[in-house]
């Protein structure tokens, strides 16, 4: 009855919220695809005026949104392949390593380049670099998150669903993908963060001599700032943040709740109040009619058809509809056959894939290494040097976003009130892409008299510290109720919870967040150690400093050697420290039910 009279009182406000975000999101996927289709225009001018930033900040979130769609959908088949099959594993793991060890920049040169000349006559091949780039700064935390939980899965479950002979979809669908969702979600909104993070350098290219720029919220912060227009770096901020809480009220906000479901165990502390959104979703008559009319249209002919099958073999009415269609997929079904019965044919392939994969490898060795012996003795000296500098921050910068964060996590994540206060705080200021901060971050140092080479490694924190947080905030939201019920019955001190219970409970989750924290840390080294300020360029000895001055000087020697040093430092430290803590907190500290 309740529900009755919210509906007849305000039933005008869902509709009205859901109309407007339909309609502002056609007219985001409209515009930014007459961008795409737009003559071939390098420097687009970037209007500082308030009007105009309203239409550069939708641009930015569609932009924003098609790469997260296109993460999502390689998290969920690449995850999934490198946790259920060992060979898959050995192949995509490694190469997750590298490829997330080079900074978003790092794809830049040869990404721009190829694109560009791909479709010299549209913009085509501009957006799509930013989109890609955008994709790269967020799909690595996805994947490897994905694939922890799909690792951290009790064997109970696994157990379970082959008792009562679940084939492996339905075990995806209903077991993996709900024990996942949590974590998936929460990582999905660290993400999208870690996306905005490069926003600036995405949509506004500098290489070499040459400008591109295309409309955006981040090309117009990177004029702002070139310009000094200060109120127009602030607006920006404020563009960005309202985006934020949009996007967290529409969108994340709602899934977050609706994950919580998936969880194993409730965490006691109060009701859980539903969000706005979701409430007005399931209100919307509009809504409620669409999914009618889908039901009419959709669902009840497939029905339909179903019954008809069971009467008439499916085989039988495509060989009469469509005769050339059953004909290709035999052909299709019968080769698929061959290849999965013959053993010699499998072997063959392997052998041949291999091969070709194995000499692209090489081939790719051997080009590199034909540059970098160019490069003398005294260059490699100065660069090892700078990646020392650069590591030192990487750890410092872990080590305090561990001190405060790991507690902080576990604080709130074990109660539901403190959850609903600080989760939407969290996510506005996780989601915040840190450079946009950063004019106003460095005012703030020197007046403080700290110095850039210190600076540059608060600057790093200020991204990769959500990181931490987000994997432990995940991970105590899943410590089940009863455990901690039963410390308490115990009376169990607080520090004996914290030692037996929560850290442990946790630890899979920080370890994930510690390997994605220093992967960000070392992209974010990129912008940090390399910044313009006031019409001046602020560096500062390290590798991501000399990665952008090649960058800026179309020095793709240097280029190389610097993202040689990255990729070879990040994925020793994943081979040797990280696979070693997380073969430990999959064993250890595996949370079996």
């Known amino acids: 009855m309740q529900r009755t009279v919210f509906s007849q009182r305000y039933f005008a406000i869902p509709d009205f919220v859901i109309l407007l975000v339909i309609a502002t999101a056609i007219y985001g996927v409209v515009s930014i695809a007459h961008e795409w289709r737009t003559e071939f225009h390098p420097i687009t001018q970037i209007d500082l005026s308030v009007r105009a930033l ?9 932009r924003g949104m098609v790469a997260y769609f296109i993460s999502l959908g390689f998290t969920l088949v690449v995850g999934y392949a490198a946790a259920k099959s060992t060979t898959a594993e050995k192949i995509i793991i490694p190469l997750l390593d590298i490829l997330q060890s080079i900074p978003v920049l790092g794809f830049l040169p040869g990404l721009l380049l190829g694109l560009v000349a791909l479709f010299p006559r549209t913009n085509i091949g501009l957006e799509l670099a930013a989109v890609i780039m955008i994709f790269t700064g967020q799909v690595w935390n996805m994947t490897i998150s994905y694939y922890a939980s799909l690792k951290s899965v009790p064997a109970e479950f696994g157990e379970a669903s ?28 660290l993400s999208m963060a870690g996306g905005w993070f490069f926003l600036i350098p995405c949509e506004a290219i500098t290489l070499g001599e040459n400008e591109y720029r295309l409309p955006g919220i981040g090309a117009y912060m990177d004029v702002a700032i070139k310009s000094g227009d200060t109120r127009a770096i602030v607006l ?19 899934i977050l709740a609706w994950v919580q479901r998936f969880r194993l165990e409730d965490v006691g502390g109060g009701a859980h109040v539903e969000p706005l959104m979701q409430v007005w979703i399931r209100e919307s008559k ?22 008809l099958a069971g009467e008439v073999s499916v085989d039988a009415i495509v060989k009469i509809r469509a005769p050339w269609v059953y004909s290709v997929a035999y052909r299709i079904y019968r080769f698929a056959q061959l290849i999965t019965r013959s053993p010699r044919v499998t072997r063959v392939m392997q052998m041949t894939l291999g091969f070709v994969v194995l000499s692209l490898i090489f081939f790719g060795a051997y080009q590199l290494f034909s540059i970098l012996a160019k490069i003398p003795p005294a260059t490699w000296i100065v660069l090892l040097r700078n990646t020392a500098w650069t590591f030192f921050r990487v750890l410092i910068a872990l080590l305090l976003s561990s001190l405060w964060a790991v507690p902080v996590g576990i604080w709130i994540g074990t109660s539901v009130k403190r959850i609903r206060v600080a989760q939407p705080i969290i996510q506005v200021l996780a989601s915040f892409p840190a450079p946009m901060l950063y004019p106003l971050a460095l005012g703030l140092f020197f007046s403080l008299g700290i ?11 200020l991204g990769v510290q ?14 089940p109720k009863e455990l901690n ?21 946790v630890f899979p989750f920080l370890v994930t967040g510690w390997v994605t924290a220093a992967g960000g840390a070392w992209n974010a080294s990129v912008v940090a150690e390399y910044l313009p300020y006031h019409g001046t360029i602020l560096k500062t000895g390290g590798l991501g400093s000399t990665l952008s001055v090649a960058i800026a000087n179309e020095n793709f020697t240097l280029f190389a050697a610097s993202l040689f040093l990255m990729v070879l430092v990040v994925v020793t430290l994943n081979r040797l420290v990280w696979a070693r803590v997380y073969r430990l907190a999959n064993t250890r500290f595996k949370m079996d039910l």
Do not use: C
Not at 286 to 307: A, D, F, G, Q
């Open 451 to 461: 110095s850039f080479d210190w600076g540059s490694m608060l600057l790093m924190l």
């Open 466 to 479: 959500w990181y931490v947080l987000f994997n432990v905030l995940a991970g105590a939201m899943r410590i």
């Open 286 to 307: 509009i809504l409620h009619r669409m999914k009618m009319i889908y039901r009419e249209l959709v669902l009840k002919p497939r029905r339909v058809r179903s019954r």
């Open 162 to 189: 082959r008792v009562i002979g679940l084939n492996w979809y339905q075990r995806l669908v209903k077991v993996e993908l709900p024990f996942s969702a949590v974590n998936l979600a929460w990582n999905s909104l």
């Open 485 to 505: 019920d039963a410390l308490l019955l115990m009376e169990a001190s607080r520090w004996a919870r914290w030692k037996n219970l929560y850290l442990p409970s």
């Open 236 to 254: 920006a901020v404020i563009a960005m943040v309202l985006l934020i809480l949009v996007m967290d009220f529409v969108i994340w906000r709602p």
């Open 54 to 62: 309203p239409y550069y900040t939708m641009l930015s979130a569609v």
